[in-house]
């Protein structure tokens, strides 16, 4: 009997559970299909601009090696990495005891040469005036003229030479042909300095110049004065502009590519030569075009000539329509919209995968909406230097 009564009530279980399915299956049936939440921002225009990028050597506008033209021992090395200079500054000193001794030598033979005009041309004098007497000959008064043209020559034959022994004793104080920053110091006291190898470099840093090299597909879209932004490491986030100032006519032939020079102004010194620069150049500027976040849009197998079409959902009257559109220029996440969306149409930019042409949809805010408030836009991407 007990064995019947355990049965019984198993039975009855499963019978509860059975209509409680039913019921609930009925309610679901009634509940009506599922509405898709999304994430809208309305279409809106503007100006777009596409960029080339490219990675640059920073180098100072003037960046001058200082050389020594006399092969001596350094004595002293006045300048150093990172001092501010004036031209004419001294910079270092060569040992001199060699070229001076070659300064007194000249001035002596000078000094010999001028005593021997001025004996000379006594002698010339004298005779000239006895030439009406007869007591001398024209042969003797031609052949004294010719001493005293020959002294005459060789006298500044040693002047010359006196002031190349002067400029190169000078030589050996060795200044800054230019004002502007030592940038490096390649030798020490007691080195040897040769005209081969530099004391010093001098760099401008007031002034400096990006030099980047551009592959030949992009030249032709290059030119003077297009908008650049600069950007290097030290200063991430803090782009500085300028323009480009020349681009190279002739190409390399192993590598193909062409110099293009920016100069940029440098208060802070901030950009220092040598430092890598990301180069945005802008090389096309398209104002007052419909545009939409290309995250929003999904490429279809639809084309028109040669080119995709995009799938982009909008909404109208609470639910989805699904549109084809064209693409034109791309900045960044921002994409032109040639043709399919209008200006200040509703776009869904989340969850658009999620519904199909007429579905039902519920619009869902980042924050609680106010009463009456509209959907809120989302933000326009930063341009990156997306080509």
């Given at each position: 009997?007990?064995?019947?009564s ?5 039975f ?15 309610d679901?049936?009634?509940?009506g ?11 809106e ?21 200082v ?16 001092d ?23 001035a ?16 010339q ?10 007591a ?18 060789q ?49 401008d ?44 006519p ?8 062409a ?13 220092k030569?040598g ?8 090389v ?18 639809e ?22 559109v ?7 996440g921002r ?53």
């Open positions: 009997m007990k064995r019947y355990i049965s019984f009530v198993l009855a279980f499963f019978v509860v559970l059975a209509l409680c399915r039913c019921k609930g299956g009925s679901d049936a009634d509940a299909p599922e509405v898709a939440p999304v994430r809208v921002a309305t279409v225009t503007g100006a777009l601009t596409r960029h080339l990028g490219f990675i640059g050597d920073i180098e100072g506008q003037t960046e001058i090696n050389f020594s033209f006399v092969p001596d021992r350094l004595l002293a090395i006045d300048a150093k990495e990172g501010r200079v004036k031209a004419g500054q001294t910079l270092a000193t060569v040992r001199a005891s060699s070229l001076g001794e070659g300064v007194k030598q000249v002596a033979g000078l000094d010999a040469v001028r005593a021997q005009l001025t004996s000379l041309q006594d002698q004098s004298r005779l000239k005036k006895l030439e009406g007497s007869g001398v000959t024209s042969s003797q008064i031609l052949a004294v003229d010719a001493q005293v043209a020959a002294a005459q020559a006298g500044r034959q040693f002047e010359a030479m006196l002031g190349q022994a002067r400029q190169r004793r000078g030589d050996a104080v060795i200044t800054a042909p230019v004002a502007g920053v030592i940038g490096k110091v390649f030798v020490e006291v007691g080195d040897i300095a040769a005209p081969q190898i530099p004391i010093c470099t001098i760099v840093l007031d002034h400096v110049k990006i030099v980047v090299r551009v592959p030949e597909p992009d030249l032709p879209l290059l030119a003077v004065g297009q908008s650049v932004e600069v950007e290097i490491a030290a200063k991430p986030g803090e782009p500085v502009h300028g323009s480009v100032t020349r681009v190279g002739v190409l390399d032939r192993l590598s193909r590519t110099s293009l020079e920016i100069d940029m102004e440098n208060p802070d010194h901030a950009l030569p430092m890598l620069a990301r180069v945005r150049v802008e096309e500027r398209r104002d007052g075009v419909v545009w939409a976040p290309k995250d929003a849009l999904t490429v279809t197998n084309r028109e000539g040669d080119r995709s079409l995009y799938r982009a959902v909008v909404i109208e009257g609470g639910k989805a329509v699904e549109r084809l064209l693409l034109g220029l791309e900045d960044g994409v032109e919209i040639i043709e399919g969306l209008k200006a200040g149409e509703t776009l869904v930019v989340s969850g658009q995968h999620l519904v199909v042409d007429g579905d039902p949809v519920r619009v869902i805010y980042d924050e609680q909406p106010q009463p009456g408030a509209q959907p809120v836009k989302a933000a326009a991407p930063a341009r990156d230097g997306g080509r």
